[in-house]
């Protein structure tokens, strides 16, 4: 649970570390997770290592990727979503997509999300009535 003047102090702090994570947005992020069974100060530290780590696209990887967290934190944390298209990983760090990513046959963006490799769909064509 957090007060809004912590979180304007911790949008505005992540917004310098990751010029990308705009201030509105991770106060939408920050109010979404008022509840969260954090302290601020795990939630500080968890923010600062989140921003400073590059397989963090967007400020939401802060409460969803556990490693941020203390072991004790972590326990009371919501299970992460898994990914989409590999059985037994979490969507938010899955190494099978980030090692589609580096091969070239996957965007960045669709890490732990369900992708389909653009494909002929001739295959698909309605047979002939
Ligand atoms: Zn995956």
Redesign the pocket.
């Known amino acids: 649970m957090i007060t809004h003047s912590q979180a304007t102090a911790l949008a505005n702090m992540l917004h310098e570390l990751r010029p990308k994570w705009s201030i509105p947005s991770m106060m939408k992020v920050l109010e979404r997770n008022a509840q969260h069974p954090g302290t601020f100060r795990d939630l500080a530290l968890a923010a600062v290592n989140a921003a400073r780590d590059p397989k963090v696209d967007t400020p939401g990887g802060i409460f969803t990727d556990h490693r941020f967290w203390p072991e004790t934190v972590r326990a009371s944390l919501p299970k992460p979503p898994p990914?989409?298209?590999?059985i037994g990983?979490d969507?938010h760090n899955?190494?099978?997509?980030?090692a589609?990513v580096k091969a070239g046959i996957r965007p960045r963006d669709l890490?732990?999300r369900h992708y389909e490799p653009e494909s002929e769909e001739d295959h698909d064509a309605p047979a002939s009535p």
Do not use: L, R
């Open positions: 990914c989409e298209d590999h990983k969507a899955c190494a099978s997509c980030w589609d890490i732990g």
